[in-house]
């Protein structure tokens, strides 16, 4: 049974702070490794990763993978208040498009 | 407005009800899903219509059932459901075959009371 687990579960960060967020998993036949934001009801792509090692960025939001290792880290910098959200990681296996979601992390950004 | 539109946004109904989520995806995608969110768990999938199959997890109750007439639009059914069955219940679609991210509805707020 594919298994995610994301760490920490909530975090309460000042505006300007910078982030980490953890993601670990364990996955058969592993495909790719997602990251959403969820902020009110629907959770929003942020990134899909399929390769160790090679950062996807987006504005202040980066991200990695390590297939070795089998985690993967979302680092926000200079955090504003509208970073708060539940910020959800996935896993798909070569079985077909479903995803395994890890449980979330809580993230508020106080100004 | 994420191309994925779910209704109602809220619902409430009693135990002995019978009612349904609608959702439909304006995206062109091939595969259509149903995840429940309940407090402080993880997203759980319940139903996947995937290339017009439906792909089915096993431990989903038989008090939802799913209908999928065409890749544009899914339904769950809903009938006799019990209080724990309250959550926020999440349509996403994707396509298949190149290996997209699931795009995610707003969600249905169900309350059984």
């Known amino acids: 049974e594919d298994k995610v687990v994301q760490s920490p579960l909530s975090l309460v960060v000042h505006e300007g702070d910078t982030v980490t967020l953890n993601c670990s998993y364990e996955?058969?036949?592993?495909?790719?490794l997602l990251w959403y934001k969820q902020e009110k009801k629907a959770p929003t792509f942020l990134f899909m990763l399929t390769s160790s090692g090679i950062e996807k960025k987006s504005g202040r939001l980066s991200s990695i993978l390590d297939k070795k290792e089998l985690f993967s880290i979302l680092n926000i910098t200079a955090t504003q208040t509208g970073d708060s959200a539940v910020y959800l990681c996935a896993v798909v296996n070569n079985a077909g498009n479903m995803l395994t979601f890890g449980g979330g992390t809580r993230l508020m950004v106080k100004p | 407005e994420t191309g994925v539109t779910q209704t109602p946004r809220h619902l409430v109904m009693g135990m002995t009800n019978k009612k349904s989520l609608k959702c439909e995806q304006h995206?062109?995608?091939?595969?259509m899903y149903w995840y429940k969110q309940s407090a402080k768990k993880p997203l759980e999938l319940m139903f996947v219509?995937?290339?017009?199959?439906?792909?089915e997890n096993n431990s989903v109750p038989s008090r939802f059932s799913p209908e999928c007439p065409n890749s544009s639009h899914l339904f769950l059914h809903l009938h006799t459901l019990q209080p724990e069955d309250s959550a926020l219940y999440l349509c996403a679609s994707s396509q298949e075959d190149r290996n997209s991210p699931l795009h995610f509805g707003n969600g249905t707020r169900l309350t059984v009371t």
């Open positions: 996955v058969t036949n592993f495909r790719s």
């Open positions: 995206l062109g995608h091939n595969a």
């Open positions: 219509y995937s290339l017009e199959e439906r792909v």
